[in-house]
């Protein structure tokens, strides 16, 4: 079984930053790309920031310049640095990646999601 636990969400005034973290645990084999996603209130689930085995990454317009995607490996951890958010940036912000079990099945796994509000 592979569990994805975020954290690291909270109420932020608009300006401010806020880091998350979401970690991948139980029986993994090999983590490849790693992606964050916020869901907004009647809004579909949008792939903003994903990053690949060799750090290659990518964003989405909305948020380059402002947000920042890592990970350590050897935690099996992905981290979503955000800066300069803004109101329309409050949403459900889900982590997923795409893993290789120990039993050599290969799926996307999400996470539960973390709160991120922005607002004065």
């Known amino acids: 079984q592979v569990q994805l636990v975020e954290s690291g969400g909270g109420l932020v005034q608009p300006g401010g930053s806020l880091r998350l973290s979401c970690a991948a645990s139980g029986r993994i084999s090999s983590i490849y790309t790693m992606a964050w996603s916020p869901e907004a209130p009647g809004k579909q689930r949008e792939l903003v920031a994903s990053i690949g085995t060799s750090s290659n990454t990518n964003y989405a317009d909305s948020v380059k310049g402002r947000f920042t995607i890592s990970r350590d490996s050897a935690k099996n951890t992905v981290y979503l640095q955000m800066n300069s958010l803004r109101p329309d940036d409050t949403a459900v912000y889900y982590c997923?990646?795409?893993?290789?079990?120990?039993?050599?099945?290969?799926?996307?796994?999400w996470g539960q999601g973390t709160q991120v509000t922005v607002s004065s």
């Open positions: 997923n990646a795409n893993i290789l079990n120990t039993y050599l099945f290969h799926a996307n796994y």
